[in-house]
T-cell receptor, first 113, second 113 residues
């Protein structure tokens, strides 16, 4: 699976939007972009995923660059509960079978009250 | 009832002991996964089972032995471990297709003395 690059850490003020960037310059045409987050003392949880078009769900929005070499996870109003490590992961849709995801080091988001 | 349940939550064992970690999912998923999370390192995918068949062994030492008797249960048998095997072991499940989100348990914290 292609590699992703994320900043090690970011800070945001509570109730402000947060834009978490991810670079994946070697992405292939068949790679899905997945985002997970891991709250302290918990296992990771799914946030959102997409292929080409921007995606929205109740947790976040995913903005994908036109050339797909980067993407941005958008939290519209950060809360203290959003403090976590956020992982951007690529998954080749050409692979059959289970959804093997290889996690990187992610971005640690700190939310300031 | 949580979706993915791991037991025990904490385990301390000596290097000569034999123990097992258990994972159970109540989500009707077909794929199950073991991940290892060591301090200050990314999550490492260890094993994947899809429809009870092992489809991934990510170069894991033989002192870790997985078992998947059915699609709802996954075990990780541990024997003659080393102190560097101390980590959080996370179990996950998914529908088994390449876009299905992973649901993680809360993990089993293992300490090897």
């Amino acid at each position: 699976d292609a590699k992703t690059t994320q900043p090690n850490s970011m800070e945001s003020n509570e109730e402000e939007p947060v834009h978490l960037p991810c670079n994946h310059s070697t992405i292939s045409g068949t790679d899905y972009i997945h985002w997970y987050r891991q709250l302290p003392s918990q296992g990771p949880e799914y946030v959102i995923h997409g292929l080409t078009s921007n995606v929205n769900n109740r947790m976040a929005s995913l903005a994908i660059a036109e050339d797909r070499k980067s993407s941005t996870l958008i939290l519209h109003r950060a809360t203290l509960r959003d403090a976590a490590v956020y992982y951007c992961i690529l998954r080749d849709m050409g692979q059959t079978g289970a959804n093997n995801l290889f996690f990187g080091t992610g971005t640690r988001l700190t939310v300031i009250p | 009832e949580t979706g993915v349940t791991q037991t025990p939550r904490h385990l301390v064992m000596g290097m000569t002991n034999k123990k097992s970690l258990k994972c159970e999912q109540h989500l009707g998923h077909n794929a199950m996964y073991w991940y290892k999370q060591s301090a200050k390192k990314p999550l490492e995918l260890m094993f994947v089972y899809n429809f009870k068949e092992q489809t991934e062994n990510n170069s894991v030492p033989s002192r870790f032995s997985p078992e998947c008797p059915n699609s709802s249960h996954l075990f990780l048998h541990l024997h003659t471990l080393q102190p560097e095997d101390s980590a959080l072991y996370l179990c996950a499940s998914s529908q088994g297709d390449f876009t299905g989100e992973l649901f993680f348990g809360e993990g089993s914290r293992l300490t090897v003395l």
